[in-house]
Nanobody, 116 residues
């Protein structure tokens, strides 16, 4: 499975962006699909995940501002980001984890820059 992330860009503080992660194959059987981000000089961190049963989990820093969703019919995962802050500036990477051990696939990342 190949993942293609898109939707990043430059946005002012308080603005919104929607990231998309399109998979080349089915993600319906994925246990977990989600987003992580990596800012310059910082470790990669969890942003949001959505499980196969549609349960979600968010980093504390984005709760109430970001929403993750998945469309299995389109093999796509979305991250709606509202009320963006400069601290959200990072490369956002999507990934999908399948039941077979070691089956985790990463997209190439999309850059989000929040700046006035």
């Amino acid at each position: 499975v190949q993942l293609q992330a898109s939707g990043g860009g430059l946005v002012q503080p308080g603005g919104s962006l929607r990231l998309s992660c399109a998979a080349s194959g089915s993600i319906a059987s994925a246990n977990v699909v989600g987003w992580r981000r990596q800012a310059p000089g910082k470790q990669r961190e969890l942003v949001a995940v959505i499980m196969s049963g549609s349960g979600t989990n968010y980093a504390e820093s984005v709760k109430g501002r970001f929403t993750i969703s998945r469309d299995n019919a389109k093999n796509t995962v979305y991250l709606q980001m509202n009320s963006l802050e400069p601290e959200d500036t990072a490369v956002y990477l999507c990934y999908a984890m399948f039941p077979m051990p070691g089956s985790i696939y990463w997209g190439q990342g999309t850059l989000v820059t929040v700046s006035s």
